[in-house]
């Protein structure tokens, strides 16, 4: 997996939201 892509889903559960 990309770092870009693993920053994403981190992001993604830090926030607690889906798109």
């Known amino acids: 997996m990309s ?3 693993q920053h994403f ?3 993604r559960m ?3 939201r889906c798109p």
């Open 9 to 11: 889903l981190t992001d």
């Open 3 to 5: 770092v870009e892509a």
């Open 14 to 16: 830090a926030q607690g």
